[in-house]
């Protein structure tokens, strides 16, 4: 199984402050990567596929890199609605989630 | 507009069954994957598998195998799942989201998740 863990757990940011996220995976996924973004008693919301390609109708301020084994997902000016868990998936084989890194606004 | 609606909330004893089903509309059902992703309280999503609707195949996660199974029927567009033998580790929020496009392998629709509790 393909294991993906994700940095930090916690994040605390400012208004404006550019953010990165970042996810491994325990062996080489191309690019077969996704980032969803998840909000208090809702379902993920998937923001970017194929690791940069970013969904439409997702603000351009989201992007995403990497390939293989490491990832990040970058949120260029952090807006307030940006305050949610974001979560890493690999479908390369079956698919896997990572731990999640919850992001909060100072 | 695309739609997931599922069913209600459930409660179960250990040693019961679960099943749990999944409305689409809004798009061709046959032409989607559809898939089962678990999270329980606090934790990331799991996923449990999958059903091709046209043709009903089926893949399972190997840790589900044996206790799951997933079903479809074409006449309702509506997907279930059911999972047998539950225990207090299966209390979590249960979603079937599909997949995008067999080229773009992400979940871009989800239902709005049914609570499994399972509690004696």
């Known amino acids: 199984d393909i294991q993906m863990t994700q940095s930090p757990s916690t994040l605390s940011a400012s208004v404006g402050d550019r953010v990165t996220i970042t996810c491994r995976a325990s062996q080489n996924i191309n690019t077969w990567l996704a980032w969803y973004q998840q909000k208090p008693g809702k379902a993920p919301k998937f923001l970017i596929y194929?690791?940069?390609s970013l969904e439409s109708g997702v603000p351009s301020r989201f992007s995403g890199s990497g390939s293989g084994t490491e990832f990040t997902l970058t949120i260029s000016s952090l807006q307030p609605e940006d305050s949610a868990i974001y979560y890493c998936?690999?479908?390369?084989?079956?698919?896997?989630f990572g731990q999640g890194t919850k992001l909060e606004i100072k | 507009q695309v739609q997931l609606v599922q069913s209600g909330a459930e409660v179960k004893k250990p040693g019961a069954s679960v099943k749990v089903s999944c409305k689409a509309s809004?798009?061709?059902?046959?032409?989607?994957?559809m898939h089962w992703v678990r999270q329980a309280p606090g934790q990331g999503p799991e996923w449990m598998g999958m059903?091709?609707?046209?043709?009903?195949?089926?893949n399972y996660a190997q840790k589900f195998q044996g206790r799951v199974t997933m079903t479809r029927d074409t006449s309702t567009n509506t997907v279930y799942m059911e999972l047998s033998s539950l225990r207090s580790e299966d209390t979590a929020v249960y979603y079937c989201?599909?997949?995008?496009?067999?080229?773009?392998?992400?979940?871009?629709?989800w239902g709005q998740g049914t609570l499994v509790t399972v509690s004696s």
């Open positions: 194929d690791a940069s």
């Open positions: 809004g798009y061709t059902f046959s032409s989607h994957y």
């Open positions: 998936q690999q479908y390369k084989s079956d698919y896997t």
């Open positions: 989201a599909r997949l995008a496009a067999t080229a773009i392998r992400v979940l871009d629709y």
């Open positions: 059903i091709n609707p046209n043709g009903g195949s089926t």
